[in-house]
C-alpha cells in the first residue's frame, strides 16, 4: 500500500507504489502524491482529467498489470508542473527536479 512520503531523494523525484491487489488506482495515488509533494491539499489541485484521463489511466494500468509479459510499460506526463511517471509494475515517480529553478 502506498503513503505519502514513501521516498525522496536528493534529485526531488518522489516515488511510491500502487497496489492493484489492495483495490488501488494509480489515478488517486498521484493525486495524493502531487499533494504531498507540493504541500497543498488534493482538492486545490487541478482535477486530474484536465491533465489525462484517469479511467484510461487506471484500465491501462490493469491491462498491462494483468498481461504475462516480461515488459514493463510507463507512461509520463506533467501534471501541477511536476512530471508523472506510472508504470505496469506500480510506481509511480513524481519528478519536480526538471521544472525547479536552477
Known sequence: MSSPGDSMDAEDSYVTT???ADDERPSAVIVTAVASVLERDPLEL????ETVDPDAL?????HAHRT???GTHE????????????RSDGEIRVDVAANSPS
Open 18 to 20: 500502487v497496489d492493484p
Open 46 to 49: 487541478a482535477p486530474l482529467y
Open 58 to 62: 487506471d484500465s491501462l494500468f490493469q
Open 68 to 70: 504475462d509479459d516480461a
Open 75 to 86: 507512461v509520463w506526463f506533467t501534471y501541477e508542473g511536476v512530471d508523472i511517471g506510472v
